[in-house]
């Protein structure tokens, strides 16, 4: 298994602003992931955050909203800018260790934005 | 087009008894099926992993069941408790693509004493 620690766990922020969300995984993993997971929604796949390079990101979602960084193979940030309530929203870290469509997914606890 | 839909949306049972969740996906090509319990407030957490050629695998008093052919899984739950409230997420693999994942919305239970 691995242990993800996601800072905030919850935040409540106002229009216009930005709020990072940091990840740390206990051991190094090969993939990293952030997902939103919207009220009554199914997850959705923001972006895979690349080690030393730019994320790729999932269709409807763009760099200048979602800035993500990835120093290492433990840790990474997801930066959500210029906030509007439509982004009230719970950000979750995901890692795989394996890669590939068989590797276990790992999931942090979870950062719950509301934007007010 | 790929997509994991799951019934029902909610459920409500008596605690100590059974359950099942149903999961019917249209993804292909196939590679694995999950599910995952998501507490409220947190993040979801591995109950089962299944490939192709399992028709079922157990965790506790889960079991979950795939039918590859007719492309249906289900999660049976026995003697229910009051921790197994939750949300159930069905979660599909496709074997190519960058985001090979899809994920159902969710069965939200509650099991009541």
């Known amino acids: 298994s691995a242990v993800i620690s996601q800072k905030p766990s919850r935040d409540i922020c106002q229009r216009g602003t930005s709020l990072t969300i940091q990840c740390q995984v206990d051991?190094?993993?090969?993939?990293m992931f952030w997902y939103r997971q919207q009220p009554g929604q199914s997850l959705t796949l923001i972006a895979t955050?690349?080690?030393?390079?730019?994320?790729?990101?999932e269709s409807g979602f763009v760099i200048d909203k979602f800035p993500i960084s990835r120093p290492n193979l433990t840790f990474s940030t997801l930066t959500v800018s210029n906030m509007s309530p439509e982004d009230s929203s719970i950000y979750l870290c995901s890692v795989t260790r394996t890669g590939g469509a068989s590797g276990e997914l790992f999931f942090g606890e979870g950062s719950r934005l509301t934007v007010l | 087009k790929n997509q994991v839909e799951q019934s029902p949306q909610s459920l409500i049972i008596l605690e100590g008894k059974n359950c099942t969740l149903q999961c019917n996906y249209t993804v292909s090509p196939f590679s694995n099926l999950r599910w995952y319990k998501q507490d409220t407030g947190r993040g979801p957490v591995s109950l089962t992993i299944m490939t192709f050629s399992e028709n079922t695998k157990s965790n506790g008093r889960y079991t979950a069941t795939l039918d590859a052919d007719t492309k249906q899984s289900s999660l049976h739950i026995t003697a229910s408790q009051l921790s197994d409230s939750a949300s159930y997420i069905c979660?599909?693999?496709?074997?190519?693509?960058?985001?090979?994942?899809?994920f159902g919305t969710g069965t939200r239970l509650t099991v009541i004493p």
């Open positions: 955050a690349n080690q030393g390079s730019e994320a790729t990101y």
């Open positions: 051991s190094q993993v090969t993939m």
């Open positions: 979660v599909v693999s496709v074997q190519t693509g960058a985001n090979n994942l899809f």
